[in-house]
Nanobody, 110 residues
Framework: QVQVVESGGGLVQPGGSLRLSCEAS??????MGWYRQAPGKQRESIAG???????NYAASVKGRFTISGDNAKNTVYLQMNSLKPEDTAVYYC??????WGKGTLVTVSS
C-alpha cells in the first residue's frame, strides 16, 4: 500500500524559514513534486525533483525554496526561506504523478 506523508508545517513569521518533508512508502519514487493550495485558490505546482536529481521551480518560489531528495529514505524535502504571507497554504506532496499526501499547513504571519 502506497503512503505519502508530509510533515514540517507550522506557523512562522515573515522572513522566516521552514523545512517540509515528504516520505513515501510502498513505492519507489521517480519524480516527486510539491504543490500548495491557498484559501480560495487552486492547487499549484511549486517544485519538483526526479530521482536523478533534476529540479524545477515555479517563478513564485525560485530563489527562496529548495527541493532536495534522499533516495535511500524515499524522502523529499522542501527548504523554504524568506517566507512571505502569500506563501500561506496547505502544502502537498505528489509521488510519481499519482499519489498524494494529505498535506501540511504552513502559515506565515506576524
Amino acid at each position: 500500500q502506497v503512503q505519502v506523508v508530509e510533515s514540517g508545517g507550522g506557523l512562522v513569521q515573515p522572513g522566516g524559514s521552514l523545512r517540509l518533508s515528504c516520505e513515501a512508502s510502498g513505492i519507489i519514487f521517480n519524480v516527486m513534486g510539491w504543490y500548495r493550495q491557498a484559501p480560495g485558490k487552486q492547487r499549484e505546482s511549486i517544485a519538483g525533483i526526479t530521482s536523478s536529481g533534476s529540479t524545477n521551480y515555479a517563478a513564485s518560489v525560485k530563489g527562496r525554496f529548495t527541493i532536495s531528495g534522499d533516495n535511500a529514505k524515499n524522502t523529499v524535502y522542501l527548504q523554504m526561506n524568506s517566507l512571505k504571507p502569500e506563501d500561506t497554504a496547505v502544502y502537498y506532496c505528489r509521488v510519481n504523478m499519482g499519489y498524494w499526501g494529505k498535506g501540511t499547513l504552513v502559515t506565515v504571519s506576524s
